[in-house]
Every structure is written in structure tokens, then in C-alpha cells.
């Protein structure tokens, strides 16, 4: 009789072993359904067809939690293939879309590495940009050998895109906003890896993505300004420092963000540069953002504020410390520190900077006389665009691009921001789960 050390893996689960099966319980045969694992931007994350998860929304999370090892125990993801962080604990579920216009739809999924929840009420930006190359390369996007696009080559933040690209149209179903990602093709019509771009917190080098978030005001709440200001001070009792008075703008572009200007906290004795990893600072951050949430109306009060931690986020601005940068920011993820920046982030910062009345605005300006970067001029004239935006986090500085509209009373709509970004195939294969 063959022995189970001689066994093949396949045999393993049908032939008879030397030990009675009993004492292990009762067998129950693996669960498993094709991903792919992906670097997107600064994020990693599972990216899955819509079609191989079950048809009600309702039934993923028991599946994406195994997969990710999110038991709540310890936040160490052991059991499963997440990171054990916010940005390595993410999965971008895809689909061909009927929508007219659209060539794909992708719905984001957070799972909390440290408890055994997910998040949907908001998109990422950085697994976003992963999501025009994962459909080219599965197939439901079709690019032709040798395509070119008739629009050209271009500069875009200090690269060039090529005319062998495509650019797919991708519909975010947690936002209901639309995103243009322009991507490099191979020779055979499939996505370009290899390139000359570098992204701040990323190692070497790929082809640049051009991601293109489009109107991205009101994402979730139907509105660029929710609370109806474009700044205000969001006072609040803190367990910690006692009372604190912080001003803010609440901007909801990309995602839903608390923006935090970081020289209003004045809390004795704590340094609040936006790099401070004070464990106060961190504290103080969640207690801003559920009192946030509230005035966003995204929450009734502070503690059903503090059961969904994806949304809205939160970041701390400062002035520019160097002229390499228009802004300096800090954001959370959450509850922690971010690396480096959220794309979302990156989007809603970089509308804001463009809007006059912002803390963004007011900081990335050394005075309230100075002309603003974007060169506005008041009066009912069009805005010269793109408006090219620099901000610095963490890990670098990332540029991007914020196309304006001016409408009849001399205020601004936000067209389009645009970021560069890159992605690679990590691996690909089955991920087993218990569900």
C-alpha cells in the first residue's frame, strides 16, 4: 500500500491513509477561487473577478477575510496572505461593465488586518491604478497587437506616455465615479510592465499609468464642501490633552477627507509637524476624524463614527517646508500613520489646493495677496489648466495634475486630477480560504 510520505499532493486528498481520519474530525474539502496579487501603486492587494465570488455582496466577507488571514487575532494576518497593514490588506473586485461608456466595473474592498471586518464605503486610489492593467492582461478589456491610441504621445509630470497605450474607462462602484487609466501595451497587446517611471515609496522602476479620477466631487456624499464651508474649526473634548479646537476643511473628492491644518492644534508641549509619529498625534487623529465624520454627516455621533474607520480619512497639511513641494501632508489609514499618501488622498488635497477659501489653499500660499499657483484670475475668466500640484508625504513627493472649470460667479469645479502611477504582477494562481 502507498504510503502518505509517497503520496503526490494530488493523491493526498483521496486516497486512504495509514491513520484513521476520525481523530481529525470530519473532512471538508478546500475552498479556493483564481487571483491575482498585485503591487498597485503603493498598495498590494488581491484582485478577483466579480464572477468568482458569490452574486450578493453580503457573502463576501467571510471569503475575503480567510483569504487575508483577518481573524482579529493579534492583526498579524498569519493565516492568510495579507501584510498585516492597511496597505497591504486591500482586494479590488472586477468586472466587464454594461454601463455605456465604461469599459470595466471595480469595486474596492479594505480589509482590516487586526479584526475580522471589511470596509466598502470608499474607493483606493492606489489599487484603483492596478485596475486597467488587470483587465487587459485577463481579457476584459481587448487591446490589439501593435494598438496605438489616436491622441498621440505626451508629457505627463516628466514622462512620456507612447502611442502603443490604451486607456481604459473604469466605473468605481463604492464612489459611483469614473476613472481614465492610460496604460503602455507590449508588442502583443497585454500590459507593459517595464519602464522608466519611479513613484515615491516604490524600488525601481516601471511604465507610468496615467490615472485620471473624473469630477470627483461628492463621492459620497453628493458634494465638494458637505457641511456647506470651505473651512471651519471642529471643536472637541480630548481625553488625553482636554479641549481641543482645530481648523479644518472637510472635502469630500476621491474619498471623503478631514483636512487638517496642523499649525491650529497649538497643544502645549506636542510638536505637530506633519511627520510627528507622537502616539498622541495618532490618538488625537481618530478623535478629529470621528468628530469630522459627524459634521460630514456620515455619522450621527462620535461612536457610530468610530465602527467605520475607512471613512471618511483624515489628514494632517502643513505650509511647504522646502520648494520641491506646494503642500506638506500626513495622513492616517486606519488609525495609522500612512507611508506614504493615499491616491484618494492625493486627489482630494490636490482639488482642494485649487479651491480658494481651503486650509490646502491658504497653506501652499506664503500670503492671502500672493497669486495663486494656478495663475486664476477672478472675473469670470477660464483658469489656465492643468494645474500642476506637488505634495510632499513621507516617502517623496508626488506631482499632480488638477484640470479646472470656472464657473459664472468666479468659483472653480474640478474636471479631472490626475496622478502617475505604476503596477506589477506580483503572482497569480489559486487563493485557498475557509468560508
Not at 458637505?226 to 490633552?241: D, H, R, V
Not at 473628492?253 to 507622537?278: I, T
Not at 506614504?340 to 490646502?360: E, F, H, K, N, R
Request: net charge neutral; proline share 6%.
Amino acid at each position: 500500500m502507498t504510503t502518505a510520505a509517497t503520496m503526490s499532493i494530488a493523491e493526498t486528498s483521496t486516497v486512504s491513509r495509514p491513520f484513521p481520519l476520525k481523530h481529525f474530525g470530519s473532512y471538508s474539502p478546500r475552498k479556493s477561487l483564481p487571483a491575482v496579487w498585485m503591487r498597485s501603486g503603493t498598495s498590494k492587494g488581491l484582485f478577483i473577478h466579480r464572477s468568482d465570488l458569490p452574486d450578493a455582496t453580503e457573502d463576501w466577507a467571510p471569503i475575503l477575510l480567510s483569504a487575508m488571514g483577518s481573524s482579529g487575532s493579534r492583526g498579524k494576518q498569519i493565516d492568510g496572505i495579507g501584510g498585516a497593514t492597511s496597505t497591504t490588506s486591500k482586494v479590488a473586485v472586477i468586472a466587464k461593465s454594461t454601463r455605456p461608456g465604461i469599459d470595466v466595473d471595480y469595486t474596492f474592498v479594505q480589509v482590516a488586518p487586526d479584526q475580522a471586518k471589511i470596509d466598502m464605503t470608499g474607493n483606493c486610489g492606489n489599487i484603483a491604478s492596478g485596475v486597467g492593467p488587470f483587465s487587459v492582461d485577463e481579457g476584459l478589456v481587448v487591446a490589439m497587437p501593435g494598438q496605438k491610441e489616436a491622441s498621440g504621445s505626451r508629457i505627463f509630470v516628466g514622462y512620456l506616455l507612447t502611442d502603443h497605450q490604451i486607456s481604459v474607462r473604469v466605473y468605481n462602484t463604492n464612489t459611483q465615479k469614473a476613472i481614465l487609466e492610460t496604460i503602455q501595451l507590449s508588442p502583443v497587446g497585454k500590459f507593459r510592465e517595464d519602464g522608466t517611471c519611479r513613484i515615491p515609496g516604490v524600488e525601481g522602476t516601471s511604465s507610468p499609468i496615467k490615472v485620471a479620477f473624473l469630477n470627483p466631487a461628492g463621492s459620497m456624499t453628493g458634494k465638494m464642501f458637505p457641511s456647506g464651508a470651505k473651512q471651519e474649526i471642529l471643536t472637541l473634548q480630548s481625553p488625553n490633552l482636554g479641549a481641543v479646537h482645530v481648523r479644518v476643511s472637510l472635502v469630500d473628492a476621491g474619498n471623503p477627507f478631514v483636512l487638517v491644518d496642523s499649525g491650529s492644534l497649538n497643544v502645549e508641549g506636542k510638536s505637530m509637524c506633519p511627520f510627528s509619529l507622537d502616539t498622541d498625534l495618532g490618538v488625537l487623529a481618530e478623535e478629529i476624524r470621528r468628530n469630522g465624520a459627524v459634521q460630514f454627516g456620515l455619522a450621527s455621533d462620535v461612536e457610530s463614527a468610530g465602527l467605520v474607520r475607512g471613512t471618511p480619512k483624515i489628514a494632517f497639511l502643513s505650509a511647504p517646508a522646502e520648494e520641491t513641494s506646494d503642500i506638506d501632508v500626513l495622513a492616517f489609514s486606519m488609525g495609522k500613520p500612512h507611508p506614504s499618501i493615499q491616491m484618494t488622498g492625493v486627489v482630494c488635497i490636490g482639488a482642494a489646493m485649487a479651491i480658494y477659501g481651503t486650509v490646502a489653499w491658504h497653506l501652499s500660499r506664503a500670503s492671502d495677496s500672493q497669486v495663486p499657483k494656478h495663475g486664476m484670475n477672478v472675473g469670470g475668466q477660464r483658469i489656465a489648466n492643468p494645474v500642476p500640484v506637488r505634495i510632499r508625504h513621507p516617502a517623496g513627493v508626488i506631482e499632480t495634475e488638477t484640470v479646472l472649470d470656472m464657473r459664472g460667479e468666479g468659483d472653480v469645479d474640478v474636471e479631472q486630477v490626475a496622478v502617475m502611477r505604476t503596477a506589477r504582477r506580483l503572482f497569480e494562481g489559486n487563493v485557498f480560504y475557509r468560508a
